[in-house]
C-alpha cells in the first residue's frame, strides 16, 4: 500500500513540477468539466422535452450552451399539442342527415337546423 501511494505522490509531483503549473492544471480541469457538463445537462433536459435524452446529449457535446438553448427551446414532453380530429367529417354528417331527409326520418326544418349547426360548429 506504501508503494502505492509513493508512486501516486511522485506522479503527481511529476505533472504539477514538470511544466504544469497550477493555471495549467485548472484550465485542464475546466476543460473537462465543460466536457462533462454540456453533455449531461442536454442529456437531462431533452429527457423531458421532445428532443429526446440522446438529442439533448448530442447538442450538449457537439455545440455546448448553444446546443442547450436549442434544447431549451424544443417543446416540453407535458406540453406537446395533441389533435382531437373529429371522427366524422362535416360532409360525411351533411350527408348522413341528407339522407335520413330523403328517407324521411326527419323532415326538411330538422335538417335545416342540423346543416346549419354542422356548418356553423366548423367555422364556415
Avoid at 13 to 40: D, H, K, T, Y
Avoid at 47 to 68: D, E, H, Q, T, V
Avoid at 72 to 79: A, L, P
Amino acid at each position: 500500500m506504501t508503494g502505492k501511494f509513493i508512486y501516486l505522490s511522485i506522479n503527481l509531483n511529476l505533472i504539477i513540477m514538470g511544466g504544469l503549473g497550477a493555471s495549467e492544471i485548472i484550465l485542464v480541469l475546466i476543460a473537462f468539466g465543460i466536457i462533462i457538463i454540456f453533455p449531461v445537462w442536454g442529456y437531462r433536459a431533452g429527457s423531458k422535452r421532445a428532443i429526446g435524452p440522446i438529442g439533448g446529449l448530442l447538442l450538449g457535446l457537439f455545440l455546448n450552451w448553444i446546443g442547450i438553448i436549442i434544447v431549451y427551446c424544443t417543446n416540453r414532453i407535458d406540453e406537446q399539442k395533441s389533435y382531437n380530429f373529429p371522427d366524422q367529417s362535416s360532409a360525411d354528417e351533411l350527408k348522413k342527415y341528407k339522407q335520413l331527409l330523403d328517407n324521411g326520418a326527419i323532415t326538411e326544418a330538422e335538417y335545416r337546423i342540423q346543416k346549419a349547426r354542422i356548418l356553423n360548429s366548423n367555422g364556415y
